[in-house]
Antibody
Framework: QLQLQESGPGLVKPSETLSLTCTVS????????YGWIRQPPGKGLEWIGT???????AYNPSLKSRVTISVDTSKNHLSLKMSSVTAADTAVYFC????????????WGQGSLVTVSS | SYVLTQPPSVSVAPGQTARITCGGN??????VHWYQQRPGQAPVLVVF???DRPSGIPERFSGSNSGSTATLTINRVEVGDEADYYC??????????FGGGTKLTVL
């Protein structure tokens, strides 16, 4: 079955770029839909963006200017880059898979905590 | 942009029925998905497409969607059901949207 695992630095300095990787196992990243979701400490889930197979990515309008989601098919990786981070970007970042545009996210990775601090 | 509204908290005694609502404009025209998130864990899908259950999810979990409200119903609530629950839809103008979440407390 499909499994996802996030990885990346746990600490990022303000104004720098946050970079996370989601490794997909048990299936090919070349098909399907993948997304990133984050959760600030003690708060709810916030959709960041979705990369559709064979299509263009869709981003949360509130984050669009700072976010890039891409895929490396040779490594079966999904990547997230978020520029100009501030303390408000401190959160657990999840990657997740979906079958289609309107499908739910299932499964999810375990999440990766990123703290923005100097 | 499309907004989903959930009550911040719901409390229920063990063995009783918990109902968690998710409100949105004409939500009945959308497919609603529900996730359970226990502390320190990733969300888990418990109901999709309004009322379908993934394999492995107990029949105690069910969903409905009509009018302007979707509802997640948990029958015969157990202590282990205590968690945060989130509804989610896809909208053509906003893509994926999550409700604010509801904390289910089992008294």
């Amino acid at each position: 079955q499909l499994q996802l695992q996030e990885s990346g630095p746990g600490l990022v300095k303000p104004s720098e770029t946050l970079s996370l990787t989601c490794t997909v196992s048990g299936g090919s990243i070349s098909s399907g839909t993948y997304g990133w979701i984050r959760q600030p400490p003690g708060k709810g889930l916030e959709w960041i963006g979705t990369l559709y197979y064979g299509g263009s990515p869709a981003y949360n309008p509130s984050l669009k200017s700072r976010v890039t989601i891409s895929v490396d098919t040779s490594k079966n990786h999904l990547s997230l880059k978020m520029s100009s981070v501030t303390a408000a970007d401190t959160a657990v970042y999840f990657c997740a898979s979906a079958m289609t545009t309107v499908s739910p996210f299932d499964p999810w990775g375990q999440g990766s905590l990123v703290t923005v601090s100097s | 942009s499309y907004v989903l509204t959930q009550p911040p908290s719901v409390s229920v005694a063990p063995g009783q029925t918990a109902r968690i609502t998710c409100g949105g404009n004409n939500i009945r025209s959308k497919s609603v998905h529900w996730y359970q998130q226990r502390p320190g864990q990733a969300p888990v899908l418990v109901v999709f497409d309004d009322s379908d259950r993934p394999s492995g999810i107990p029949e105690r979990f069910s969903g409905s969607n009509s009018g302007s409200t979707a509802t997640l119903t948990i029958n015969r609530v157990e202590v282990g059901d205590e968690a945060d629950y989130y509804c989610q839809v896809w909208d053509s103008s906003s893509d994926r949207i999550f409700g604010g979440g509801t904390k289910l407390t089992v008294l």
